[in-house]
Nanobody, 123 residues
Framework: QVQLVESGGGLVQAGGSLRLSCVAS????????MGWFRQAPGKEREFVAN????????YYADSVKGRFTISRDSAKNTVYLQMNSLKPEDTAVYYC????????????????WGQGTQVTVSS
């Protein structure tokens, strides 16, 4: 059974940085696409970024392009989300997710989810 465990959230001032981590276990991830999503109170879960485990190709939501970077460390089975120039509107619970094959940007296409980590950006 695939398990995803996020960490690294917290409280940061606007303009600051955070790095989220997602440790994956229970699977052979070479064919997987790993994604980060976020959900703010009262809003739907939205796509942030994804990365193809094999090859490392990435895709970003327009709202984070140029500020966030997704990467993976195959030796550690870990996916990262480096978040720079944070804004109050980035405040949300951030979720790590995994799917097989296609690099979807729709949450419903992801089969496995972590428990989420809170990111709060103060103005």
């Amino acid at each position: 059974q695939v398990q995803l465990v996020e960490s690294g959230g917290g409280l940061v001032q606007a303009g600051g940085s955070l790095r989220l981590s997602c440790v994956a276990s229970g699977g052979f991830f070479n064919n997987y696409v790993m994604g980060w999503f976020r959900q703010a109170p009262g809003k739907e879960r939205e796509f942030v970024a994804n990365i193809r485990w094999s090859g490392g190709s990435t895709y970003y939501a327009d709202s984070v392009k140029g500020r966030f970077t997704i990467s993976r460390d195959s030796a550690k089975n870990t996916v990262y989300l480096q978040m720079n120039s944070l804004k109050p509107e980035d405040t949300a619970v951030y979720y790590c997710a995994a799917t097989i094959g296609v690099a979807w940007s729709t949450a419903s296409n992801y089969n496995f989810w972590g428990q989420g980590t809170q990111v709060t950006v103060s103005s």
